[in-house]
């Protein structure tokens, strides 16, 4: 039911100004000489004079009602008013980052409407009969018993599921809500406990980002009249067409299915594959770091965009080429061509050249890195962003370890096949039972100095080889510097070399702070054995 006040009804404001205005009239008229002396003329006015001048007002305001350009589309809007004077009208919705902003019941309304969408939105129509149109950001008229199938939203989504990240999901507090949170993530470890993580997935609708100056949201959405924009506008509303249609129900609960919004599926596909790998490991293992972190398999080049020449470029003016407006503008864009052609004659400019598709995004460096070790908590993480987000990805075995080959990815086809992409995954803050992690502290408290001394132990062998590798380092640097000035001087004798050797040694310490200090006795025999030496000349 409709909640407006009455005195901010629009028929309301238009039947107070009616009446006001008839007042007028007939307080004119009486002063004229009253009704009967003037019947003709206001007769004449009133079925004549009055129905035109609205009209008139009405084609006049119509093209400032909506953002259009068009002829055409001013119109469509001055049909739409007049039908809605007569309460045929369908429905005018507002569509704003994927919400429908619309008074209640207006959807069921079946006469010719309007939809304006903004720059975040776009939407799928349908009749009774079949799917209709795909609406992108802006303003559109839908035909008799033409409806909102559904909306999506362009800009990033981000979807979090599992329990609260400051609730415990295993207290018994019978809260039902609380408890399908936890179900709805839990998974069993290989040695069969429980854990419950909070999964986080960023994802959008697969549509593309407009060029640099062309037409389209930047939310993703690409217009254009160029082929190129036309088959890239195809492409963008395919992916909105295919998020939408495929949106399926959810049966976990039999007696109450639901539909499965469009934006749910990227995290249900993320649950079903972090239980899928969780089943490999056991719960000390997402402690342990002792797993290859698998790395994404190298993604094959994007093909390559012609570049497009800016004095061949479309003069864009609007969407409908029947206007003058866009007759010029392809004018102008075969006149440009013209002169770019005769420019290249002149110049000896070469012709333009494709755009060098962008290097693999794990190509180079990353393609040959060694994967790293980590836990198993590390190593799902990566599986199930890869999983989601490649089409081919690394293979474990069944205690989670890397071997050789790849797999098909079965929920990255889902996912292109429901026209959605997904940015990142993050599987974090496990918990699981109490009685668990008292057990593990418990067990930690039993063998803390087993692991101390190994630790230490471990430490310590780092350190002697850290030792080790430093002395060697420090002779090689210690010897290049002595031997700089025997090859410079090159000495005749073994005694100017020994001479030479013990002067460079003094004047390195004599140099050095730190050594000057520390080595005095040292330079002190270095004097001695270079006098030693003179005296033996």
Same mark, same amino acid.
């Given at each position: 039911?409709?909640?407006?006040?009455?005195?901010?009804?629009?028929?309301?404001?238009?039947?107070?100004?009616?009446?006001?205005?008839?007042?007028?009239?007939?307080?004119?008229?009486?002063?004229?000489?009253?009704?009967?002396?003037?019947?003709?003329?206001?007769?004449?006015?009133?079925?004549?004079?009055?129905?035109?001048?609205?009209?008139?007002?009405?084609?006049?305001?119509?093209?400032?009602?909506?953002?259009?350009?068009?002829?055409?589309?001013?119109?469509?809007?001055?049909?739409?008013?007049?039908?809605?004077?007569?309460?045929?009208?369908?429905?005018? &919705?507002?569509?704003?980052?994927?919400?429908? &902003?619309?008074?209640?019941?207006?959807?069921?309304?079946?006469?010719?409407?309007?939809?304006?969408?903004?720059?975040?939105?776009?939407?799928?129509?349908?009749?009774?009969?079949?799917?209709?149109?795909?609406?992108?950001?802006?303003?559109?008229?839908?035909?008799?018993?033409?409806?909102?199938?559904?909306?999506?939203?362009?800009?990033?989504?981000?979807?979090?599921?599992?329990?609260?990240?400051?609730?415990?999901?295993?207290?018994?507090?019978?809260?039902?809500?609380?408890?399908?949170?936890?179900?709805?993530?839990?998974?069993?470890?290989?040695?069969?406990?429980?854990?419950?993580?909070?999964?986080?997935?960023?994802?959008?609708?697969?549509?593309?980002?407009?060029?640099?100056?062309?037409?389209?949201?930047?939310?993703?959405?690409?217009?254009?009249?160029?082929?190129?924009?036309?088959?890239?506008?195809?492409?963008?509303?395919? #992916?909105?067409?295919?998020?939408?249609?495929?949106?399926?129900?959810?049966?976990?609960?039999?007696?109450?299915? %639901?539909?499965?919004?469009?934006?749910?599926?990227?995290?249900?596909?993320?649950?079903?594959?972090?239980?899928?790998?969780?089943?490999?490991?056991?719960?000390?293992?997402?402690?342990?770091?002792?797993?290859? &972190?698998?790395?994404?398999?190298?993604?094959?080049?994007?093909?390559?965009?012609?570049?497009?020449?800016?004095?061949?470029?479309?003069?864009?003016?609007?969407?409908?080429?029947?206007?003058?407006?866009?007759?010029?503008?392809?004018?102008?864009?075969?006149?440009?061509?013209?002169?770019?052609?005769?420019?290249?004659?002149?110049?000896?400019?070469?012709?333009?050249?494709?755009?060098?598709?962008?290097?693999?995004?794990?190509?180079?460096?990353?393609?040959?890195?060694?994967?790293?070790?980590?836990?198993?908590?590390?190593?799902?993480?990566?599986?199930?962003?890869?999983?989601?987000?490649?089409?081919?990805?690394?293979?474990?075995?069944?205690?989670?370890?890397?071997?050789?080959?790849?797999?098909?990815?079965?929920?990255?086809?889902?996912?292109?096949?429901?026209?959605?992409?997904?940015?990142?995954?993050?599987?974090?803050?496990?918990?699981?039972?109490?009685?668990?992690?008292?057990?593990?502290?418990?067990?930690?408290?039993?063998?803390?100095?087993?692991?101390?001394?190994?630790?230490?132990?471990?430490?310590?062998?780092?350190?002697?080889? &850290?030792?080790? #590798?430093?002395?060697?380092? #420090?002779?090689?640097?210690?010897?290049?510097?002595?031997?700089?000035?025997?090859?410079?001087?090159?000495?005749?004798?073994?005694?100017?070399?020994?001479?030479?050797?013990?002067?460079?040694? %003094?004047?390195?310490?004599?140099?050095?702070?730190?050594?000057?200090?520390?080595?005095?006795?040292?330079?002190?025999?270095?004097?001695?054995?270079?006098?030693?030496?003179?005296?033996?000349?």
């Amino acid at each position: 039911m409709d909640n407006t006040p009455l005195t901010k009804r629009p028929w309301f404001y238009i039947a107070g100004w009616l009446v006001v205005l008839l007042i007028l009239y007939g307080w004119q008229i009486q002063r004229m000489g009253g009704l009967r002396a003037h019947l003709l003329e206001v007769l004449f006015d009133l079925l004549l004079v009055f129905p035109v001048l609205l009209v008139l007002w009405l084609a006049f305001f119509s093209q400032f009602v909506l953002p259009v350009q068009t002829f055409r589309d001013r119109q469509k809007i001055f049909d739409r008013l007049l039908t809605d004077l007569f309460g045929g009208h369908g429905p005018a &919705i507002f569509i704003r980052n994927g919400q429908q &902003i619309k008074k209640e019941g207006e959807e069921d309304k079946k006469g010719p409407g309007v939809v304006w969408l903004d720059s975040a939105s776009a939407a799928v129509t349908h009749t009774a009969t079949k799917i209709n149109q795909v609406l992108g950001p802006g303003v559109y008229f839908l035909d008799n018993g033409e409806k909102i199938l559904g909306t999506v939203d362009l800009h990033y989504q981000v979807d979090t599921v599992g329990p609260k990240d400051d609730e415990d999901p295993f207290a018994e507090t019978g809260e039902l809500s609380k408890d399908e949170r936890r179900k709805k993530v839990k998974a069993l470890t290989r040695d069969g406990i429980e854990v419950v993580p909070i999964i986080t997935v960023k994802f959008r609708v697969d549509t593309g980002y407009p060029r640099e100056g062309e037409p389209g949201s930047r939310f993703g959405f690409r217009t254009g009249l160029t082929k190129n924009a036309k088959q890239n506008e195809e492409k963008d509303k395919e #992916a909105i067409r295919k998020a939408l249609l495929g949106e399926g129900i959810n049966a976990t609960n039999e007696l109450a299915p %639901r539909k499965m919004r469009w934006n749910e599926l990227p995290g249900v596909l993320a649950v079903d594959v972090w239980r899928e790998y969780a089943a490999k490991f056991t719960l000390d293992d997402f402690f342990e770091i002792k797993y290859d &972190i698998p790395l994404p398999p190298p993604q094959p080049p994007q093909p390559a965009e012609e570049e497009i020449d800016p004095l061949t470029k479309p003069v864009l003016v609007s969407q409908d080429h029947r206007r003058l407006g866009d007759f010029m503008a392809q004018l102008l864009r075969e006149v440009n061509k013209i002169l770019s052609q005769a420019i290249r004659r002149v110049e000896g400019t070469p012709k333009r050249t494709p755009i060098q598709p962008a290097a693999p995004a794990f190509a180079g460096p990353l393609a040959k890195r060694e994967p790293q070790k980590g836990t198993a908590l590390q190593v799902i993480n990566a599986m199930v962003e890869m999983r989601l987000k490649y089409a081919q990805v690394p293979t474990l075995d069944n205690h989670g370890r890397l071997i050789s080959g790849s797999l098909p990815s079965r929920e990255y086809q889902i996912l292109k096949d429901r026209g959605l992409v997904v940015d990142s995954v993050s599987v974090g803050k496990i918990r699981f039972n109490e009685k668990i992690e008292k057990t593990i502290i418990e067990k930690w408290a039993t063998s803390w100095l087993k692991s101390a001394k190994d630790e230490e132990a471990r430490i310590k062998r780092q350190q002697d080889v &850290i030792k080790t #590798a430093a002395h060697e380092r #420090a002779y090689r640097q210690y010897a290049d510097r002595l031997s700089s000035d025997i090859l410079r001087r090159q000495p005749p004798d073994a005694k100017e070399a020994l001479k030479t050797l013990l002067l460079r040694t %003094r004047t390195i310490i004599l140099t050095d702070d730190n050594l000057r200090e520390q080595m005095k006795g040292e330079v002190e025999k270095l004097g001695d054995i270079l006098r030693w030496v003179e005296e033996e000349e």
